[in-house]
């Protein structure tokens, strides 16, 4: 009886693993729109530090930055169509939301501004990818142990899209890395290029 309920479980977690999407990686040339706020266009780095920039170094994408300082995922919504008209991207990287909590903004709000955009970015045919943004915490920034917004892997879960956890959060919890308690520094900037990396590697989207 105890070897029959060890192969049904084993049965039931190896259909559990078929059920998560499969991705193809993208070649190297592709075109990738990394989309959001200051932290996306580099914000507290020098010119060509930005983790777009590093990131196209590491996959031999060809990487837009569409990074607009100070902007909300509730405007981001508006510029999304337009950005994936001019650029056509295969895959787009989305991070916002931090200027949205800074406001105050309600959470399910955030939600479903950030819902709007990775739709978006499906129905023009691209592949989206949400970037987690920490949760708005000035105990958590001080004492170095940033967390990812819940709505972050509660949408990606509920639009079917992969995550890119915890990077964004780490980075901003050492003080070494971050260049003011919001913005990387550029050796920060590297560090969170290489954790989408290592992510999107993970979801099979960049080839090892």
């Known amino acids: 009886m105890r070897r029959w309920l060890l192969f049904a479980l084993t049965l039931a977690l190896a259909a559990c693993g078929s059920d998560r999407p499969k991705y193809a990686p993208l070649p190297p040339g592709s075109v990738v729109l990394a989309f959001g706020d200051s932290v996306t266009w580099g914000t507290g780095a020098a010119r060509g530090e930005d983790y777009p920039t590093r990131l196209a170094a590491l996959s ?17 919504r508006n510029r999304i169509d337009e ?24 959470e399910q709000d955030v939600a479903e501004d950030l819902r709007a955009i990775l739709r ?19 105990l958590a920034a001080a004492t170095s142990g940033l967390k990812d917004a819940l709505i972050y ?31 990387p520094n550029a050796q920060g900037y590297h560090r969170l290029a290489e954790g989408i990396a290592e992510s999107l590697r993970d979801h099979g989207l960049l080839a090892n």
């Open 60 to 76: 031999g994408w060809r990487i837009e930055n569409a990074g607009v300082p100070g902007d909300l995922a509730e405007t981001a």
């Open 83 to 106: 950005a994936l008209e001019e650029h056509a991207p295969r895959l787009v990287l989305v991070e916002l939301g931090g200027n949205d909590f800074l406001r105050r903004r309600p």
């Open 153 to 183: 892997r509660r949408l990606a879960d509920e639009e079917a899209v992969p995550l890119v956890g915890a990077v964004f959060a780490d980075v901003l919890s050492d003080t070494k890395l971050r260049a003011d308690p919001i913005h």
């Open 120 to 138: 978006s970015v499906k129905a023009a045919g691209a592949q989206p990818v949400l970037v987690a943004v920490p949760a708005f915490s000035p």
